[in-house]
Structure formats: C-alpha cells, structure tokens
C-alpha cells in the first residue's frame, strides 16, 4: 500500500502567489482564533473559509479532506474539553 505524504499541488492561484510569510500569519491568528473562542459557530466559521480559500484556490478535495482515524465513538467520548 503506498500513501502520499505531499500535499502540494502546484498551481497559479492567489494563494500559492501569496507571500509565505503572510500565509504563515493567516495560519497562527486561525489557530489562536480557535483556541480563544471554542465556540461551535466561530469554529464552523473557520472551516468554511479555509475551505472557501482552498476551493478559490483550485486545490482537490481529495488534498483536502485528510482527518485523522479518530472516528470511532470510543475515541470521540474520550475528549476533554
């Protein structure tokens, strides 16, 4: 069995044009917004526009939908908010 473990698709979009340092930026105010305010709408609200950033952006949703293999209920009631 073979995995890919690149996540890059090269592309000529506003988001792989953007400065990486800008990127970088984007990533740790999303990730500070997300663990300041655990509400499930400003969460939501954080799922959407990464997914609306990466839809604009023409990446797959293949390259997109990667969750962990945390969906069984045993593992999902053992979360401790």
């Known amino acids: 069995m073979s995995q890919r473990f690149d996540l890059y698709v090269p ?46 952006a023409q990446i797959p949703g293949d390259r997109t939908v990667t969750l962990p293999a945390l969906h069984s209920s045993h593992d999902l009631a053992n979360i401790h908010y």
């Not at 044009?17 to 939501?44: E, F, G, M, N, S």
Request: charge should be positive; proline fraction near 2%.
């Open 11 to 56: 592309r000529d979009s506003w988001l792989h044009r953007l400065d990486p340092r800008t990127k970088l930026w984007i990533v740790l105010l999303a990730c500070t917004t997300a663990l300041i305010y655990k509400h499930i709408v400003v969460l939501a609200g954080l799922l959407i526009l990464a997914h609306l950033a990466l839809s604009s």
